[in-house]
Nanobody, 115 residues
Framework: QVQLVESGGGLVQAGGSLRLSCAASGSIFRLDVMGWYRQAPGRQRDLVATITRGGTTNYADSVKGRFTISRDNAKNTVYLQMNSLKPEDTATYYC?????????WGQGTQVTVSS
């Protein structure tokens, strides 16, 4: 099993920044794709950004140019730098990692952007 611990969420004003972190531990052999998803109340969980082990990134159109995903393979950690935050970015953000075809999820961290 792989355990994920997220941190860095909080309350911020529109235009502000936050940095999320997600550290993986447990039975780690080779983490493949790591990513962030978010879910607002009453809505489905949506992709925010992913990054492969080699560093190839993919972003939702709504966050391109504002969010940056990165990872530290030595620390088994993925980050999400969020700039120019908007009220519509308010959601619970979930870390996701894939290892050998199995997906693991964090418990979620709340991000609230006030207008």
């Amino acid at each position: 099993q792989v355990q994920l611990v997220e941190s860095g969420g909080g309350l911020v004003q529109a235009g502000g920044s936050l940095r999320l972190s997600c550290a993986a531990s447990g039975s780690i052999f080779r983490l493949d794709v790591m990513g962030w998803y978010r879910q607002a109340p009453g809505r489905q969980r949506d992709l925010v950004a992913t990054i492969t082990r080699g560093g190839t990134t993919n972003y939702a159109d709504s966050v391109k140019g504002r969010f940056t995903i990165s990872r530290d393979n030595a620390k088994n950690t993925v980050y999400l730098q969020m700039n120019s935050l908007k009220p519509e970015d308010t959601a619970t953000y979930y870390c996701n990692v894939n290892q050998w075809g199995t997906d693991y999820w964090g418990q979620g961290t709340q991000v609230t952007v006030s207008s």
